[in-house]
């Protein structure tokens, strides 16, 4: 690279000769009110403000008054010699502050490579010639400086050809010529060599050497370390793995970050370094005796450095180790994905004018899911674009009535699914719905009435005791509920009117009662108590107190959250009999006990819909509690919300076009509303208290 020790010259012309200088009749205005600008370029041994590599700096000057640009070009001539070169800008420029923009590109005439910028501002005095000079004023645009392809472990005896580049601030690659870029090593020169232009590495010795890449000019630069091994003994051979992390094809995927090479019981693991394409390489520490031919070779990609996060591509082959040589190993295209398939996982009911984030993971072969980063899948419309959008990262948008197809695609492992989208339109506006909830407030569970709008919130329990688990009964009339409240008492279950008067209690047990839910017709009650040393459910007339009590469930588990059918005929309970939360139904008239949602996760707080067709229930199927809903008529479940909080506790209103729910998506627990299909919730008590067991009548 030659030394940044030229000056612009003009080929042996005056600059301002050459262009002829400047006349006070000139067409940009009169005399008294323009000056002449000339500026000076210092061409010396090509420091950072003009990049040894520049050949041309271009000047655009911004004339305030009018936004017009004057632009020059000026190269660097032939010399290679120190000089400082002078150009004046042919017009006379009006007096006042205006800007002047510095670009320097590595061919001439403003071609190739822009390597350095700069801007200043420049006052032009009346009558005068006002000099600047403007090398001070250019930075260079380099802003990182990569070492691409140096080997973790190399064989001395041999050679490798270094490989680096620059980019700038925008992570776009420099192509800057030959030699502009230095080789050095830092350390360790006494067991390699490198050359400084090419990059060429010599290995001498074995020891551990650094070496440096870097844009003096600039001040940037990156260093890595290698470490060189002695060829193998006499009967030995050595083994060296090779990755390419180009546009991270399906073999090494775009979000794989290292891969784990193992032979037998030696390993070594190869870390991607940044994203630009690049290879990496690694040599096993020790030889291996070629007697102990073929070898397996077993390759795993990883999402994180040195085999960290999730496997997610894989490979196995046999090879065979040469006496006295270094047997390098190419793998790259040898991984293959361990993704085997996607799933979509919703939702598929979205609404007009709604947007909504889609949901899907991948599988293995074992249908375990694989943990990828954000980006590694990508989504796409297939069909029905008039119907609705869908952004690279799921973000979905409803347009019109329709059904749009979309896909979900890991593009390297060539794997996908696809689902049809069903966008509606909007329900029509809700009606005002009667609400009731639970509120904490310092450590003080009270019973609160509402209305969907916000309006008429009112503490209906009021009392220094715990009151919690409340519903309505059907109309809305009255309200039953567990507390407290009368002391020398456990939790008892009490009845009252929706506005808190007549309250009277249906309990008296010296152990604790709660969950209570009311048959259709109001008549009875079923609950869950520990009166029999477990937690069990009862029925009770609520005609009076402790009327009519009698047993239904009888059982080790623990039996809770009851709810009653609407036409009365069956009750929906939680049981852990099976170690976790399963969802049964008890026949009130057979008195026989029936398995509804089973599995190994936790289902519980079952509700019926008001026409008695469909459960809602909370499940963790997918690691998280949200809510789902359960078809009696196709026995089929559907999942509703798709959020990192805890959705739970749902109910739907009279017209089961909406549901309420609590979930803690804000900081804290809130009751929230939501459309029947799991869409637009929106909260509505929004309060620093824990708000939850939400309720609304069965009828209108």
């Not at 200043?120 to 645009?141: E, Y």
């Not at 601030?169 to 192509?175: W, Y």
């Not at 630009?276 to 070779?297: C, D, E, K, R």
């Not at 009653?564 to 049964?584: A, H, K, M, Y």
Request: hydrophobic share 35%; charged share 15%.
């Amino acid at each position: 690279m030659r030394r940044f020790a030229t000056v612009l010259a003009l080929v042996g012309l005056s600059v301002f000769a050459l262009l002829g200088g400047c006349s006070s009749d000139n067409k940009s205005g009169p005399p008294s009110l323009t000056g002449t600008l000339s500026v000076q370029i210092n061409w010396p041994s090509r420091s950072r403000y003009v990049p040894p590599y520049a050949n041309s700096v271009v000047l655009e000057l911004t004339i305030t008054q009018t936004n017009e640009v004057r632009a020059l070009t000026v190269n660097r001539g032939p010399s290679d010699d120190s000089h400082t070169g002078q150009v004046t800008f042919p017009d006379p420029v009006p007096a006042g502050s205006h800007l002047l923009a510095i670009k320097a590109y590595t061919g001439s005439d403003g071609t190739g490579e822009l390597v350095a910028t700069g801007t200043r501002v420049v006052n032009i005095s009346a009558k005068k010639t006002t000099t600047v000079n403007v090398s001070a004023d250019l930075n260079s645009v380099i802003d990182a400086v990569f070492i691409d392809n140096a080997p973790a472990t190399f064989q001395a005896g041999n050679q490798i050809t270094l490989v680096g580049h620059a980019e700038d601030a925008n992570g776009q690659t420099l192509m800057l010529p030959p030699g502009a870029l230095q080789w050095s090593i830092l350390s360790g020169g006494a067991f390699a060599s490198i050359n400084a232009v090419t990059g060429l590495f010599t290995a001498h010795s074995a020891g551990q050497v650094t070496v440096q890449l870097a844009e003096p000019d600039a001040g940037k630069s990156d260093t890595a370390d290698i470490t060189i091994v002695a060829p193998p003994p006499p009967g030995f051979g050595n083994v060296a793995v090779t990755v390419d992390w180009p546009g991270r094809s399906r073999y090494v995927p775009p979000y794989a970050n290292s891969v784990v090479a193992t032979i037998g019981t030696e390993t070594v693991t190869i870390n991607r370094s940044g994203d630009a394409p690049s290879q990496g390489n690694a040599i096993f520490p020790n030889p291996f005796p070629v007697s102990g031919n073929p070898y397996t070779l077993v390759l795993e990609a990883y999402t994180q450095t040195d085999g960290g996060g999730t496997k997610v591509a894989t490979a196995s082959m046999q090879i065979n180790v040469v006496d006295g040589e270094t047997l390098s190993l190419n793998v790259t295209g040898d991984l293959e994905s361990v993704i085997d398939h996607i799933v979509i996982e919703g939702p598929l009911n979205v609404q007009v004018n709604e947007s909504v984030q889609m949901i899907g993971h991948a599988e293995d072969s074992s249908n375990t899911i694989i943990l990828l980063p954000a980006g590694a899948m990508t989504w796409s419309l297939v069909s029905g674009g008039q119907f609705a959008s869908i952004t690279s990262d799921g973000q979905l948008q409803g347009l019109a009535p329709g059904v749009a197809r979309v896909r979900l695609e890991e593009p390297g492992a060539g794997v996908f699914a696809e689902a049809d989208i069903n966008i509606v339109n909007p329900p029509p506006p809700p009606p005002i719905y009667k609400i009731l909830f639970t509120r904490v407030e310092l450590e003080n569970p009270e019973i609160y009435t509402m209305t969907s709008d916000g309006d008429n919130r009112t503490n209906v329990s009021n009392s220094p005791g715990i009151d919690r688990t409340a519903e309505f009964d059907a109309t809305g009339a009255k309200i039953i509920y567990a507390s407290d409240r009368d002391e020398g008492t456990g939790t008892e279950i009490y009845i009252m009117n929706a506005d808190g008067t007549n309250r009277r209690r249906l309990t008296d047990s010296p152990d604790d009662d709660t969950d209570p839910s009311l048959s259709p017709d109001g008549s009875k009650y079923v609950f869950a108590s520990r009166r029999g040393a477990n937690w069990d459910l009862y029925i009770g007339d609520t005609a009076g107190l402790e009327q009519n009590i009698i047993q239904i469930t009888s059982d080790p588990a623990v039996e809770k959250n009851p709810n009653w059918s609407p036409n009365g005929n069956f009750i929906v309970f939680t049981s852990d009999v099976n170690g976790n939360d399963d969802l049964f139904v008890y026949d009130v008239n057979a008195q026989t006990i029936t398995p509804l949602i089973t599995g190994p996760f936790d289902d519980r707080d079952g509700r019926y819909s008001p026409d008695g067709t469909k459960i809602l229930f909370t499940s963790t199927r997918d690691g998280n509690a949200e809510i789902y809903v359960y078809d009696i008529n196709t026995m089929t479940t559907t999942r509703l919300t798709f959020n990192p909080a805890a959705d739970e506790k749902p109910v739907y209103t009279h017209d089961m076009q909406r549901i309420l729910f609590v979930s803690d998506r804000t900081g804290n627990r809130e009751v929230f509303i939501m459309n029947a299909n799991g869409t637009a919730a929106t909260n509505l008590t929004t309060n620093s208290s824990e708000d939850t067991d939400p309720h609304t009548p069965r009828l209108p």
